[in-house]
């Protein structure tokens, strides 16, 4: 039996993905043994809600929750649907494993019990920090990923990061089109320092499954987003483009601790 860090709830924001959200990040949460009651689903309305019900005719999930549509205000949702204070796991809908790295060429898929270390250990070196938000490395690359964890500004995903309830409007991202990239700056600036677990990963299809949550992701959108964090957050972030022509962002530490 897995003991799961009894203070950490599961949060999934998901829309019109009842079926991709069953087979991928619930399937991956029952195999991780992660206890149904701390886990929920935050649909945009009632037809969706019965539309989640009947894919999920035994969930492994506490309850089915309806906020709205658009990832901003499913976010907002989570804030007010929990306590003050409350320890959070936020997690995509579309997650098919979460990797840890052997060596350079090779990755496996986390227990149990290294999921509910890893959640433990997140939040507890966060608070021995004196920061609020960690992460996991962004993409299971190992021959990239690394050991240990760190605590200067690098990328928290929005697909699985951890943070303190505590409604601090000062860290709530603006914009649905890179909102993980500015609630990372946010949080550093914040709070002088983000936490990231570089040897942890997982694997989704980033910008290719179907549905999702304001999913504004144009090139157009993408590249004025990127370039709004690079005014925004001076020598901190900035923007560029890939061959295929999305936008991103490149954080740049400036050692604000």
């Not at 860090?5 to 990040?25: H, I, K, M």
């Not at 504004?216 to 993408?222: D, K, L, P």
């Not at 964090?229 to 400036?254: I, M, Q, Y």
């Amino acid at each position: 039996m897995i003991e799961w860090p009894p203070e950490v709830e599961v949060a999934v924001p998901s829309y019109q993905r009842a079926e991709l959200f069953r087979d991928r990040t619930m399937a991956v949460l029952a195999r991780l043994e992660v206890p149904p009651e701390k886990v929920r689903v935050f649909v945009a309305d009632d037809d969706e809600r019965n539309r989640y019900e009947r894919a999920l005719k035994s969930a492994h999930l506490a309850e089915i929750v309806v906020g709205e549509v658009g990832l901003d205000r499913a976010r907002a949702c989570i804030r007010s649907f929990y306590d003050r204070g409350q320890l959070v796991l936020s997690m995509d809908d579309d997650v098919k494993r979460i990797v840890r790295r052997i060596d350079e060429k090779k990755v496996v898929d986390l227990t149990g019990e290294e999921f509910a270390t890893l959640a433990a250990v997140g939040f507890k070196l966060a608070a021995q920090k004196g920061l609020r938000l960690w992460g996991i490395y962004p993409v299971a690359n190992p021959y990239f990923m690394r050991a240990g964890w760190t605590t200067d500004l690098r990328f928290i995903g929005g697909g699985l990061f951890g943070a303190v309830n505590d409604l601090d409007e000062r860290v709530v991202p603006r914009n649905v089109v890179k909102d993980d990239v500015e609630r990372t700056l946010l949080y550093y600036t914040t709070d002088g320092g983000v936490v990231r677990c570089n040897e942890v990963s997982m694997v989704v299809d980033y910008y290719t499954a179907p549905g999702g949550i304001g999913d504004a992701r144009s090139g157009g959108a993408e590249k004025f987003a990127a370039l709004e964090l690079e005014r925004r957050f001076p020598g901190l972030a900035k923007a560029w483009t890939r061959k295929n022509g999305r936008a991103e962002v490149r954080l740049r530490d400036r050692g604000l601790k």
